[in-house]
């Protein structure tokens, strides 16, 4: 127990002595601080973790009152959760924390995790966050719909491997409206997109397999393809999307078997791809034998009246392209109902995979969903959104010009949730992270999108109001400042 | 396309036109067939698929209609969906099946394939099924709850990390009242068991790992654990449940990281550990330094007074066991809650990994999972269902006495839904699995569970209804004595 190498961090909004509690039930929890031990003083603990007397006190005491640990009256104290029967043949609980470093799984990025960790803050300002406002999900009509499946049978029992027939056949119907035809039995209800992909990297892939993506992307923050072994490998962007150049090659040299792309409305870079690139991309992939993994979850967020291009899928005529959408960023993320449409073979077989991950999507969120397409409530529910995001935005926009012009530049999006700014030089990032977590912002770092990414920040319009817009932009410029200062 | 070795199975209660119409969609779909191609005569595809000429032109018809073929006005059928531009220089769609085979998880086995699908059909006695009969779920005290809910602030953002936190004080109290003790800062709400399951197989363990468990046991019935590359190695049993003199020889052997167990109510045998053996066993697993994955799913259908014993969990002092728990088998399967109770960083890592899995489970189930038990309907519920499978086991047992004691003998289960069935002499389970089918009765043959029980198998008492109960015993009867008969 000497030698004690973890320090409290001071930038978290959590207390010290709350931090301190924690890691020591770690260490006892874990088995690594095992019964009978006794602790160092506590001049010598409060040295350690760098805190003052007093913070170490308060710990202990939570420590003691919870029954981990106990003063001795001959002075010092001593761990003594989990007596043990017989103290001196008793072996050590498991070591639950080498079980912990030996799963497949790799664990988030510590950013992320802590990203995870905060939004849960209900102080702070969530500037990053890819997510609606809680005042724009539709929670008066989702309370009404409660009440009319009060009055229906809700099915309770487990559901079908595709998902529940009601609600693929209002997806199907929902899909003819943005261009894409899909019979019921040609969709596939998913736990949210998330869950999508992991099926197809379990059901498609084999291990090892590389694929093609946009870089920076959505993907590279989460770890499940590359927890199922696959190589991620990143196509250059412009403002029009992913560029087509490099498609060939890649294929070639990584031989890769799909390509992912979230095609409109990008995230992080809010870009969209043209109709022109999307029938090139769609020849290029027909023709080198590379099918597309089509990401559509920012689809209907758009902000002008001028013509979408229609969906890769849409533009399919061979099979080309499997297609998942989500209510997450439309309707509401805790429903976890998403879809991917393909052809039938690859659709039976996502569907025997997840009967074996979790026997299927929440009835209820299931039946919850069915009634909202059938309700008829989606598209004047979207028209309301996107009015307001387009508010969100332009205020977004304007704070940028006033306070950011000098050291940044971003891109206009014409739908979504993000913009993607780029500082003129490069500062830590993960320093202006730490320092805008202390002031009670968070903020999504360009790194965790794509890691060469040093000069990028996502910001998001559509969580924070806009009175935190106005402020976190304006400290965000002062601190940016200050981290940049040594540059000048 | 000279050499279609597949026929439709006219076991299945799908008609054989559909089953033909199904097929070759597959095959054009998958790329298999391609566009263009000229389809055999009628009468030689009736003679490969060994069906009427009328059956084949049904099959034909469905598929001229829905533009997967057209027949030329010089005779002749030619597979048109998915007409290339330009015929000449077109490349086939991508090749989906190849993918389909490429995945790392294996498929499900095609008699739980075939159970899963036909667990759908409304005509079919299920007397296999692991779930509870319509008639049991608790529908109008749900109907009301979501009533409740309606009147509520549904959470409609995504959730903690760990689940909502109403729902883990929720299942903090309701574990007590089984004698576990955990703080809700020690449970994860899962999307039911299966998906704790998947969560450690890919957080905690190597791959490779080997896990013992008892031998037949449910987890053989998934693969799950197998597609994570995990080695199961069977423990035999006894009716006290999974016997323990082979668990430090097999651990050292296969240097198994896990051991898998339902203690109580297991599925399939219906068996129970006893006290003593659980305290032996949690002995063990100490010593020799085995942590215990408990399933308790089937915990609190007992159906006699005598006291149960408690679950290992609750008479683990060392940190030695993950409990697992879900509310498919008490309250409803469709809700897919379960939790897990851990160790802190167990409990952490499983999160992290569940957060990159599907982003946590439905809010709204959540809530009512959540209202569920907050309302007080827990106790009065599980008083009901008590006793009315215990009428429903009753009523199994007399069936069996009079109609299969001549050739099968059985345990008497003390709760839970199973019937552990062994016949005197081997039979071909997989012909009386294919006939009982075709007659419109489920079963679920022993093999599933446990590849070497060829003469078991697992009824069910808890879905079907009793007259059905009556009628299928009956008629399993007379299958059995036909399929024996050649052995007596
Ligand atoms: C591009 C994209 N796809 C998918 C998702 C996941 O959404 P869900 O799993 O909630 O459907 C997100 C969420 O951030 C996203 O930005
Ligand atoms: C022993 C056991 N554990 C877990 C499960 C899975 O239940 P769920 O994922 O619905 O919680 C079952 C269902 O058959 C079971 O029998």
Chains 1, 2 share one sequence.
Not at 42 to 68: C, H, I, K, M, P
């Amino acid at each position: 127990m000497d030698d004690i190498d973890w320090r409290p961090d001071p930038s978290l909004p959590i207390p010290l002595y709350r931090q301190i509690e924690e890691f020591m039930k770690r260490k006892i929890a874990g088995g690594e601080w095992t019964v009978g031990m006794k602790l160092p003083s506590q001049r010598d603990l409060a040295a350690a973790f760098q805190v003052n007397r007093s913070t170490l006190v308060t710990a202990l005491e939570q420590l003691t009152s919870q029954g981990y640990i106990a003063g001795k009256s001959g002075g010092g104290t001593t761990i003594i959760h989990h007596q043990p029967e017989r103290q001196e043949e008793a072996p050590p609980p498991p070591n639950w924390n080498a079980y912990v470093e030996d799963g497949v799984h790799y664990p988030n990025l510590p950013t992320i995790q802590t990203i995870n960790r905060m939004e849960f803050d209900p102080e702070i300002i969530r500037l990053g966050t890819g997510e609606l406002s809680p005042e724009l999900l539709p929670q008066r009509q989702l309370q009404q719909l409660f009440a009319e499946l009060a009055r229906q049978h809700v099915p309770l029992g487990y559901e079908e491997a595709l998902g529940s027939y009601a609600l693929r056949s209002q997806v199907s119907a929902h899909l003819k409206t943005i261009g894409i035809a899909a019979p019921p039995s040609a969709i596939l209800i998913v736990s949210g997109s998330l869950q999508a992909f992991q099926l197809i990297s379990a059901g498609l892939l084999e291990k090892g397999s590389a694929m093609l993506l946009e870089k920076p992307s959505y993907l590279y923050s989460i770890h499940a393809f590359q927890s199922a072994g696959m190589k991620l490998i990143g196509l250059p962007m412009d403002e029009s999307g992913l560029q087509l150049s490099h498609v060939e090659r890649f294929k070639r040299q990584y031989d890769a078997s799909l390509l992912y792309t979230i095609p409109t409305f990008h995230n992080p870079t809010g870009a969209i791809m043209g109709e022109a690139r999307r029938r090139e991309l769609l020849q290029t992939s027909r023709r080198i034998g590379l099918p597309i993994l089509e990401d559509g979850a920012y689809e209907e967020l758009w902000f002008d009246d001028e013509a979408l291009p229609p969906p890769l899928r849409a533009l399919d005529m061979h099979g080309q392209v499997l297609y998942v959408g989500t209510m997450s960023k439309v309707v509401s993320p805790g429903l976890r109902i998403g879809w991917v449409v393909g052809p039938q073979p690859v659709i039976e077989r996502l569907a025997d995979i997840k009967m074996q991950t979790d026997y299927g999507s929440s009835s209820l969120s299931q039946a919850a969903a069915a009634e909202w397409f059938g309700a008829g409530l989606h598209a004047e529910h979207c028209r309301v959104i996107r009015r307001q995001l387009k508010e969100r935005r332009d205020c977004m926009l304007r704070l940028l010009d006033a306070h950011w012009s000098d050291f940044a530049t971003w891109n206009t999006p014409k739908g979504g949730f993000y913009i993607w700014v780029t500082l003129h030089a490069e500062i830590s990032m993960a320093a202006l992270f730490e320092r805008a977590l202390k002031r009670g912002i968070l903020i999504n770092p360009g790194y965790i999108y794509d890691r060469s990414a040093k000069k990028q920040l996502r910001l998001s319009y559509s969580y924070a109001s806009f009175s935190e817009m106005e402020s976190s932009v304006r400290q965000l410029a002062a601190l940016i400042g200050q981290l940049g200062n040594h540059l000048r």
